[in-house]
């Protein structure tokens, strides 16, 4: 039991500490229970959306390749004449951080930079085909970030859940059953000091009236033997004795010291 409690010294401020302590554990168990079932929440609806784009991936990854070889078939090898032609790129990448449920995940949107190139396709020699590929392209490209975006923030959201989870199992197992403990130990404590200052208290009573009884009791005694003295010296004019003499003693008061009991035979 002194394994499961934090060590303190049982008084009731440390009681008061204590219960504020817990008070405050308990809610933030609360809150993190509340954050980990939104963080459930929000990682199986991302779950469900990477799974309806990946389904849609493969579908326009088909179809974008397939146009690709249309134009391949119609305008010959243009992969090489594109590339050395291209300057800048006409798609970019932006990075911006979205706060879910306390949780800062990083976020992938499309940025067109208006630097196209369809200027660099013909209208002969399958200029059409091309433009559909790269159509086509710029959809799974789209796609592409989002998917990206979708796992990235499903990576971060993952771990926030399982941290957060490790966190409410730890108040709920470890920290509040402890304060739980320290503030029972505290109170039993306290009773015990308790019943003992009251058991004290009353041996210190019982002993204060067997005292006052004990006085009592000579204080009576001794009015009594007052009263008897004053009664024989009224009656008599003599003063009696507290003690009573021996009858030998009385004797010897009557007989004459000089008398002989031998002349007297």
């Given at each position: 039991m002194a394994t499961n409690r934090f060590p303190t010294f049982p008084s009731r401020m440390s009681l008061q500490q204590f219960k504020v302590r817990t008070n405050g554990a308990r809610k933030g168990h609360s809150l993190l229970k509340r954050?980990?079932?939104a963080l459930k929440a929000k990682v199986r609806a991302i779950l469900s959306e990477i799974y309806d784009v990946k389904m849609q991936m493969n579908e326009i990854m088909s179809t974008a390749n397939f146009s690709h070889t249309q134009a391949t078939h119609s305008a010959g090898d243009f992969n090489a004449q594109i590339i050395s032609k291209v300057e800048s790129p006409s798609i970019k990448v932006a990075l911006r951080r979205e706060n879910v449920v306390g949780v800062k995940i990083l976020q992938f949107?499309?940025?067109?930079?208006?630097?196209?190139q369809d200027s660099l396709l013909g209208i002969v020699r399958g200029g059409a085909q091309i433009r559909k590929c790269k159509n086509a392209y710029d959809q799974a490209l789209e796609l592409l970030i989002k998917l990206a975006s979708l796992q990235t923030s499903f990576q971060e959201l993952d771990e926030a859940l399982?941290?957060?989870?490790?966190r409410v199992n730890a108040l709920d197992n470890v920290v509040i059953p402890k304060l739980e403990n320290t503030m029972h130990y505290i109170a039993s404590e306290l009773d015990e000091r308790e019943r003992e200052d009251l058991y004290?208290?009353?041996k210190v009573?019982?002993?204060?009236?067997?005292?006052?009884?004990?006085?009592?009791?000579?204080?009576?005694?001794?009015e009594n033997n007052g009263h008897?003295?004053?009664?024989?010296?009224?009656?008599?004019?003599?003063?009696?004795?507290?003690?009573p003499q021996s009858m030998l003693q009385d004797m010897g008061d009557f007989q004459d010291p000089d008398d002989n009991v031998a002349d007297i035979f």
């Open positions: 954050k980990a079932d949107d499309k940025v067109d930079t208006g630097a196209s399982r941290v957060t989870n490790r004290r208290l009353k009573v019982a002993k204060k009236k067997k005292e006052v009884a004990i006085a009592d009791a000579i204080r009576r005694e001794r008897g003295a004053i009664q024989n010296v009224s009656t008599t004019g003599v003063i009696v004795d507290e003690e």
